[in-house]
C-alpha cells in the first residue's frame, strides 16, 4: 500500500483500529486470501492486532468490504477470497485443480462490460465474470502424466 493502513481508513470513514490495520497489512502481497488465510498470517501478531479473534476477523472483513477497501469474491466451490484491488473492473481466472485464483483486466474498461439479454426491470452495474480452466502449472503435470 502507498499509504498506511490508517491513513487509508480515516481517509474512507473508519476508526483505525489495530484490528483493521492488522487485516489491510495481512492482505498486502496476498490477494485472493481466505479468512483462514488471513487468520494464520496474523496469528503471530495477534497482540498487534489487538487480540483479534475469529469472529473479530469476519466483522472486520464486513467493515472493510462495505467501505469498498476490500474486495470479496466467492468463486464456486470455494471459500470467500478477500483482496485489496477493488473499484476497476477486474475479473478472475480461477484453475479447477489447484485452485490458483489470478486477476484479469477487463478488456472493455467499464463496469458492466456485459449486459443481459434481459435485465428485468434492474439497473445493471457490474458484471463478475470467472473463468475455469486449467493454470499452467497444472496442464503440464496433466500432460506429463
Aim: charged share 25%.
Amino acid at each position: 500500500m502507498e499509504q498506511t493502513a490508517g491513513d487509508l481508513l480515516k481517509r474512507n470513514g473508519l476508526r483505525s483500529t489495530a484490528q483493521r490495520r492488522a487485516v489491510l497489512t495481512a492482505l498486502q502481497g496476498h490477494p485472493h486470501s481466505t479468512a483462514a488465510d488471513l487468520e494464520a498470517r496474523i496469528g503471530t501478531d495477534r497482540a498487534e492486532a489487538g487480540g483479534l479473534s475469529r469472529q473479530g476477523l469476519y466483522n472486520v472483513l464486513e467493515d472493510l468490504t462495505k467501505a469498498h477497501l476490500v474486495r470479496c469474491i466467492e468463486p464456486a466451490g470455494s471459500p470467500a477470497r478477500y483482496e485489496l484491488r477493488v473499484g476497476d473492473n477486474h475479473h478472475h481466472l480461477v484453475c479447477r485443480r489447484c485452485g490458483l485464483i489470478e486477476d484479469v483486466d477487463c478488456s472493455v474498461g467499464a463496469a458492466p462490460c456485459l449486459t443481459p439479454d434481459e435485465d428485468k426491470g434492474f439497473a445493471v452495474d457490474e458484471a463478475e465474470i470467472t473463468w475455469w480452466g486449467l493454470c499452467a502449472k497444472c496442464r503440464q503435470a496433466t500432460a506429463q502424466q
